[in-house]
């Protein structure tokens, strides 16, 4: 996706004006011209063909297509691996970059299926605000809820997207009533619906009183005809629908539900926006609202708590590792997170952790599955270093001034199964399957020497991780593999000298993670509870890191 891309003698010059200070100033005016962001949401509210509108809306692709669309709709872009196509969802994240308005736009879409928290988590770790995805009939769904927490713990911005309002749904007030009473989330309406869920005919326009209206093209393939119109045009066309939406909004308005900045960049409250992605309704609102509103780059604290200013020389975290992603090559790409100073492809930096350099020759801009060389990249930016091997997911990549970022905590899996080789003559793919899988973070691995290194343990935090294993275990890797599912359901990490009491007992053992953790599984939370009395207190810790 070459949309930003920057001709060569654009990018010399660049590297050749002078002075600290000049370098300086252009870093930050690129960072302040970034935007990036994730879409939330709870499986089935519309996550990935928003996704795809919001890239047919910032003329990325030609045409936009459904994960079911008919005829000659394609499957979503960001949806690339097979079992995705197959099965309708995200399983894995993805990267979309376009240019918006004079803005660059870097979009990070996320699995929506609570299998794969772990993978979403790791993105919100990378991102500056979310959209979050609430589908009109539904309300707060239980994924929509447990990703909103997280992007609170984080400090992350939310922005509100109320989809599917085309189709029957709940009444708009009773929405923003949920989003105040179940996530004590402060709804701040920029749009709002004229007409009820099933019958929408546009927006109002808090700001300005206007009518949207909004004219579906065939298919909902392309975008959507807006009509901008006056509040007395819109009254004469539409009569009491255009008032009763009026009166609602004046009733929220009333009670203190004005745009506020500096409540939404404190996570308090939420800009509410009403749509419908599957027909490209109010998909341009926002990418305004995402270019308005939404946080550019800032400083992010390293390890210390201490802040690393966007101007500082190069810094950037791994946040992801990805393989199979081209089939010609196999390859394993590192997507890194660009946290402060220029990318230059080629540049030597630093490993945080072992003080190694790394060298950076092979860097690519990633469109979904696509792939284009990146020659440089800002703060908000999100780079793939192919075939970097050395690296894991939260390693901190630097130049000049030492750096390392917090690392990106483990979920407490809650799923185990023995991995083994369905042929025995294929353990070297099985052995390279099974360590690239971990170092994704597709699922975990645990070791015993009760099964030895040919029978590992696969740990989850959702079953489905266990389907994608097998399904890259046997088309990438060409090592097909059984599973034999353990009876246990809780992890804890177990200091030592416990190791011996939890191996004697029924219903429980201890693995090693390839990290060296430690980790005691159990069967249930009363087998837990048994052991625990008999072992020194606080020999058990929960699982998160």
């Not at 007409?195 to 065939?218: I, S, W």
Request: hydrophobic share 45%; glycine share 10%.
């Amino acid at each position: 996706m070459d949309a930003i891309a920057l001709p060569d003698r654009e990018i010399a010059d660049r590297r050749e004006a002078g002075g600290a200070g000049h370098e300086t100033g252009a870093v930050a005016h690129e960072a302040a011209r970034r935007r990036t962001f994730a879409v939330i949401s709870h499986p089935d509210a519309g996550k990935s063909t928003l996704t795809e509108a919001l890239a047919l809306h910032a003329r990325a692709i030609g045409e936009a297509g459904a994960v079911h669309g008919k005829g000659n709709r394609r499957g979503v872009v960001s949806d690339w691996m097979e079992m995705e196509k197959d099965r309708g969802i995200s399983i894995t994240s993805a990267v979309l970059q376009f240019a918006y308005d004079g803005t660059v736009v870097n979009l990070l879409d996320t699995p929506g299926h609570a299998d794969f928290s772990e993978d979403t988590y790791r993105v919100l770790a990378a991102v500056d605000a979310a959209v979050m995805l609430v589908d009109a009939a539904k309300g707060i769904e239980p994924q929509t809820f447990k990703l909103f927490e997280v992007c609170r713990a984080r400090g992350v911005p939310v922005i509100t997207v109320v989809n599917k309002w085309d189709r029957p749904g709940l009444d708009a007030l009773a929405i923003m009533d949920e989003l105040t009473t179940r996530i004590d989330l402060h709804p701040m309406p920029l749009t709002w619906p004229v007409g009820v869920a099933g019958n929408f005919h546009g927006v109002l326009d808090c700001a300005t009183g206007e009518f949207v209206q909004f004219t579906r093209t065939p298919g909902g393939a392309t975008e959507a005809i807006t009509t901008r119109m006056g509040a007395h045009e819109a009254e004469q066309l539409l009569g009491s629908t255009w008032t009763d939406a009026v009166e609602e909004y004046d009733l929220l308005r009333s009670s203190g539900h004005d745009y506020d900045h500096e409540l939404f960049l404190s996570g308090a409250a939420s800009p509410v926006l009403f749509g419908s992605a599957v027909l490209n309704f109010g998909v341009r609102q926002l990418l305004d609202t995402l270019v308005a509103l939404a946080p550019a780059p800032g400083a992010r604290p390293d390890r210390a708590g201490s802040p690393r200013d966007v101007s500082a020389p190069f810094s950037g975290f791994v946040f992801k590792i990805q393989a199979g992603m081209d089939r010609a090559h196999r390859d394993r790409l590192a997507f890194v997170r660009v946290c402060s100073g220029r990318f230059s492809r080629g540049m030597v930096v630093t490993h945080a952790d072992t003080g190694r350099p790394f060298t950076t020759k092979y860097a690519q801009s990633v469109f979904g599955r696509d792939r284009s060389t990146v020659e440089e990249a800002f703060p908000g930016d999100v780079i793939g270093l192919v075939n970097a091997n050395a690296l894991r997911v939260g390693d901190t990549l630097y130049a000049d001034e030492k750096v390392a970022f917090p690392r990106i905590p483990l979920f407490a899996p809650e799923h185990f199964a023995v991995a083994r080789a369905a042929v025995t003559g294929k353990q070297k793919q099985f052995r390279r399957g099974i360590e690239q899988l971990g170092e994704e973070g597709v699922v975990q691995v645990l070791h015993s020497d009760r099964r030895g290194a040919q029978a590992p343990v696969l740990a989850a935090v959702g079953p489905m991780q266990f389907d994608v294993a097998q399904h890259r275990m046997e088309h990438e890797f060409g090592s097909a593999i059984r599973l034999e599912p353990l009876g246990y359901s809780i992890a804890r990490a177990v200091a030592a000298d416990a190791i011996p009491i939890v191996n004697s007992r029924a219903g429980a053992e201890v693995l090693t993670r390839e990290d060296g953790l430690d980790v005691a599984v159990f069967a249930d939370k009363w087998r837990l509870a048994s052991v625990e009395r008999d072992v020194p207190a606080g020999s058990f810790t929960p699982i998160f890191g």
